[in-house]
């Protein structure tokens, strides 16, 4: 899965990304800090996968991954030229997610761009500015398609009407995820690379100490079908230096309870409407996995290898809690919780799965 970070210059951006890779971009009190885009692979621990790990005898634990992608923030009027982070929108049309971070708090040491703290503004200002950038891209794209239609070519009509009624509804200051993509072209909107079309998880970068999402977000948070989390940006990339204990130790102090970096990355996999599965053979490693909510067991042997999804024969499922208590796939086999299934199983949160296949 792949996220990519947007939002105001000194927004919080950089230091939610340092906080969630340790990486070392860097974060400075300086309006366009980041001038190059960062990419960071988190890794997505799971205690369950650790407990089935120890009871299969795993070779090691390889989580799942979500890369997140860093860019330079977006002033108002970034589309006519200003500032720098239009340029980098680029880097995330392809990604699965955004992650809006909105500046909440309050210190007055930290410069902003429009010179007062005010976060809805700030949130309307990012939202007109993606649109823009999203009806430029729309046009670009619809002055190639028309040709394409012109041709006759079904899928083409059917993109071209639809990037018609695309345009319009960005013109009228509106997401594309507002239009919905046609049947004659499902390719349509990934082609676009449409960021308003994206899912959208807001962080709001609030003081340290806070753990609330200041009303008005979440309001539009709610209204937009979106995700909506309170972080501080700051203080997770400063507890991120320090060891677990430590950390815990510094966020009971603060009455901080969960990690900020936590509630970020599992805001994002509900947002998708992700479930986890895993993989996991004695001497072998055990692996996490992550398909969209309702999909089946041919998918998941698609997302481990496109081979295991081709030869696809049966698969052998058990929830990962019913295999720790049996100690083991011998024991689930013993008790008859260990099911055999075919393609069409619908995967559920947990299932640890074997997919037998012809190579
Ligand atoms: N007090 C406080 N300061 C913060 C917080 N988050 C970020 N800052 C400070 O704000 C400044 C800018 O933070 P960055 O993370 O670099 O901001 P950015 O959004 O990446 O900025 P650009 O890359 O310029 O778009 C730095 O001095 C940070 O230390 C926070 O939660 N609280
Ligand atoms: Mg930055």
């Not at 102090?253 to 990355?265: H, I, M, N, P, T």
């Amino acid at each position: 899965m792949r996220v990519g970070i947007v939002g105001m210059p000194n927004a919080g951006k950089s230091s939610l990304f340092n906080a969630l890779t340790r990486a070392g971009a860097e974060a400075a009190n300086y309006p366009f800090t980041t001038i190059e885009p960062n990419v960071a692979v988190v890794p997505v621990g799971d205690e369950r996968l650790d407990r089935v790990a120890q009871v299969i005898g795993a070779s090691q634990i390889v989580p799942d991954t979500v890369d997140f992608h860093d860019i330079a923030g977006l002033v108002a009027g970034a589309h006519q030229g200003e500032g720098l982070g239009n340029r980098f929108l680029a880097n995330i049309r392809e990604t699965d997610a955004v992650c809006h971070v909105v500046r909440a708090h309050r210190d007055p040491n930290v410069v902003h761009s429009e010179g007062s703290v005010d976060p809805l503004r700030d949130v309307e200002i990012i939202e007109t500015e993606l649109v823009y950038a999203d009806l430029e891209q729309a046009e670009r794209r619809h002055g190639r398609v028309i040709r394409e239609a012109r041709g006759g070519d079904r899928a083409a009509v059917a993109e071209e009407a639809w990037l018609r009624e695309v345009i319009a509804a960005l013109q009228a200051g509106r997401a594309a995820r507002t239009v919905p993509p046609p049947d004659a072209a499902p390719h349509a909107l990934r082609d676009l690379g449409s960021l308003t079309a994206k899912p959208v998880l807001f962080v709001a970068n609030v003081d340290e100490g806070e753990d609330e999402v200041p009303p008005g977000i979440a309001a539009h948070a709610r209204a937009q079908g979106a995700g909506a989390v309170a972080v501080s940006s700051r203080l997770e990339a400063e507890l991120a230096e320090l060891d677990e204990e430590d950390a815990t130790a510094m966020r009971g102090d603060l009455g901080v309870a969960e990690s900020g970096l936590r509630k970020v990355v599992d805001g994002a996999f509900a947002l998708l409407e992700q479930i986890a599965f895993f993989t996991a053979g004695e001497d072998k490693p055990a692996q996490s996995w992550h398909l969209r909510r309702g999909l089946s067991a041919w998918h998941a042997a698609g997302a481990i290898h496109t081979d295991i999804q081709r030869g696809f024969v049966r698969a052998e499922v058990i929830a990962w809690d019913a295999l720790v208590e049996a100690g083991g796939y011998a024991g689930g086999r013993d008790r008859g919780v260990l099911r055999l299934e075919g393609r069409h199983y619908v995967m559920r949160d947990g299932d640890v799965i074997t997919v037998k296949f012809t190579p």
